[in-house]
């Protein structure tokens, strides 16, 4: 007879954080963590990703997003005190699904990928290092 090692960390008293998602661009917390909404664009139009990284080099977090009905990738440059300034990468990313940020190119600065879903195209922003995108499809 084979024993299986029991696992009990299902059985330990844990607290866990839990999504679900209620509807597009909405979702609940399960946890007694407090949550203090900023809104960084109400502009966008039918956001579908957001990634938080530093673009600009400067220290702070910055966001790209992805927005489906205006076809748009856009970056939001944080000032150091929350507010935000966008900038359009593309506003031509037909069905925008998603968007990521890696130094593609080893050049030092951030490029951006994204992926759209209408035109089937997944794109690499080439940064010039002036915060100045060059697109290429992959």
């Known amino acids: 007879m084979l024993k299986r090692k029991h696992n009990d960390t299902m059985n330990k008293v844990c607290t866990f954080l839990f999504i679900i998602l209620l509807a597009p661009g909405s979702m609940l917390w399960g946890t007694h963590i407090s949550f203090t909404e900023h809104a960084i664009s109400t502009s966008t139009d039918g956001a579908t990703d957001v990634y938080a990284t530093d673009m600009d080099g400067d220290g702070d977090m ?20 929350g507010s935000f300034t966008e900038h359009a990468i ?11 940020a890696a130094d593609v190119d080893g ?12 035109d089937d195209k997944i794109a690499w922003y080439e940064n010039d290092g002036s915060e100045s995108f060059t697109e290429h499809a992959i």
Do not use: C, F, H, P
């Not at 910055?62 to 005190?81: F, P, R, T």
């Not at 050049?107 to 209408?118: I, R």
């Open 62 to 81: 910055d966001v790209l997003s992805a927005s489906q009905y205006d076809d748009k990738i856009a970056w939001y440059e944080n000032d150091g005190s």
């Open 90 to 100: 593309s506003t031509s990313a037909d069905a925008a699904r998603s968007v990521y």
């Open 107 to 118: 050049d030092g600065d951030m490029d951006v990928l994204s992926s759209s879903y209408a």
